[in-house]
């Protein structure tokens, strides 16, 4: 990704730096015999100063995207949007001698072209969040009592209170930034990943949205969500054009088998309402989420210390519902917002064919209410 910014950056640098000398050379400031100064239409002295001005303009422009680009200012496609406009109608008018431009500006084009449709995906998915948590009901703002951990069976008891849920309010919302990397078939090649997501509690909801890079140059943006009993899975080559747009029972089972397997990061969800639990032995636990069409259930597994370890479910596999056994495993853990969850971990398939590995994690940052 380092070089095709680089290549990037150096390609607005020159082409900025060529569109000065048709300034320099529209007002006489300078000797360039190699450019005659042919335009499609005459031009009077006039107005061979006016254009002179134009190629300034977009020299600026060009240099601007360049040094914007180079900063990370999320809004540098829009100079070069422009820039490229004013450099193309320059060209054109210039064609004779100036033809050569296009190419450069066809190729600067699709850079322009994929931070654009990234970024519009980025306003559509923060769109998605703020409904989410729009729609987020605020929990009680009572703390959680030790008399509410009676009734779960007793690994569940000693994960809740390990984690700190007891004395602290319910939680409502969160947010939490991740990164890692992950794959799309067993023998795929592992590709680093950032991510954010925002849960509603009650109702039962998140936004997941990633960044990834296949061949370190081509942007791969996705988004999961799971909001009013629904799924729905997409992801987009650059934002242009998608590669994946599920939704449907089978992703309406997964996504809500991922937010049950995600409470851990907020476990006062562990005592809602619509979730039930089933003792299985003594460091095992069954939960049951009831929220749309069909309940899920999920195996947590915990250590002799009281920390989340794994979890195991029947998942959707395929479009047609096939499950296969699901797993997420957690390997570190630190305090976040005052409570104790998991920061690090792996997700993973077991198949007939042997487990498939696809996600590896690791939490930057969580905010419970924020």
Do not use: C
Request: glycine fraction near 8%; aromatic fraction near 8%; hydrophobic fraction near 50%.
């Amino acid at each position: 990704m380092r070089i095709a910014l680089i290549a990037l950056v150096t390609l607005l640098v020159v082409h900025g730096a060529i569109h000065l000398l048709g300034f320099l050379k529209a007002w006489g400031l300078a000797a360039l015999p190699q450019m005659r100064g042919r335009t499609i239409v005459p031009l009077g002295a006039t107005a061979t100063h006016v254009v002179g001005l134009l190629w300034l303009l977009a020299a600026v422009i060009l240099l601007a995207t360049a040094a914007l680009r180079i900063a990370n200012i999320e809004g540098w496609w829009i100079a070069g949007a422009v820039g490229l406009v004013v450099s193309q109608a320059l060209v054109i008018l210039a064609w004779p001698d100036a033809k050569a431009g296009t190419v450069a500006n066809m190729i600067l084009l699709v850079p322009v072209l994929v931070a654009g449709a990234t970024a519009r995906f980025d306003h559509q998915v923060a769109d998605e969040r703020s409904t989410l948590l729009a729609d987020a009901v605020t929990m009680p703002a009572s703390p959680v009592r030790a008399e509410e951990l009676a009734d779960l069976p007793a690994p569940v008891r000693r994960w809740l209170t390990r984690a700190g849920v007891v004395g602290r309010p319910r939680t409502s919302r969160v947010h939490l930034t991740q990164r890692g990397e992950m794959r799309t078939t067993p023998d795929g090649p592992w590709l680093p990943t950032t991510a954010e997501q925002d849960f509603s509690v009650e109702p039962p909801g998140f936004v997941w949205q990633v960044h990834t890079t296949m061949l370190r140059v081509l942007p791969i943006v996705g988004r999961d969500r799971y909001a009013r009993g629904a799924g729905n899975m997409y992801i987009s080559a650059a934002g242009l054009y998608p590669v994946v747009d599920a939704s449907g029972p089978p992703i309406d089972q997964g996504s809500r088998l991922r937010f049950l397997g995600e409470i851990v990061w907020f476990p006062s969800a562990a005592l809602s309402p619509r979730i039930r639990w089933t003792p299985i032995d003594d460091d095992s636990a069954r939960a049951t989420l009831v929220d749309g069409d069909e309940p899920v259930s999920a195996d947590f597994h915990f250590d002799p210390q009281g920390r989340f370890v794994s979890l195991t479910a029947e998942r959707a596999y395929s479009g047609d519902g096939t499950r296969q056994p699901w797993l997420v495993t957690a390997s570190e853990w630190r305090p976040h917002s005052e409570l104790e969850v998991p920061t690090a971990g792996e997700v993973l398939w077991r198949l007939p064919a042997g487990d498939f590995s696809y996600f590896r994690w690791q939490i930057d940052s969580l905010q419970i209410d924020p």
